[in-house]
């Protein structure tokens, strides 16, 4: 993996169309590889993060949504990462 915007942009989309086809596992895999090829993206951290949180806020999905919150994700995201992290 490499530090390319566009390739950070196909695995953001491509986590976006399986999440909304329903496929988490596959959608969470995708936002992996963005969060570890590019760890300063705000949005990948963002969308890793909510979709793990789905089911349960894991320790996983947590720390994604703290990057997230920290990061420079769409403030959209953002407020949904605060909204999960400051209610649990």
């Given at each position: 993996l490499n530090a390319d915007p566009e390739a950070l942009r196909a695995l953001i989309e491509a986590g976006k169309i399986h999440?909304?086809?329903g496929k988490d596992k596959v959608a969470q895999a995708s936002f992996r590889k963005a969060?570890?090829?590019h760890?300063?993206?705000g949005e990948a951290w963002c969308l890793l993060g909510l979709?793990?949180?789905?089911r349960k806020v894991s320790?996983?999905?947590r720390q994604a949504l703290?990057?997230?919150r920290d990061g420079d994700g769409p403030g959209d995201l953002v407020?949904?990462?605060n909204e999960l992290l400051d209610a649990r």
């Open positions: 999440s909304r086809q969060t570890r090829s760890p300063r993206s979709s793990l949180a789905q320790r996983e999905a703290q990057k997230c407020d949904s990462a």
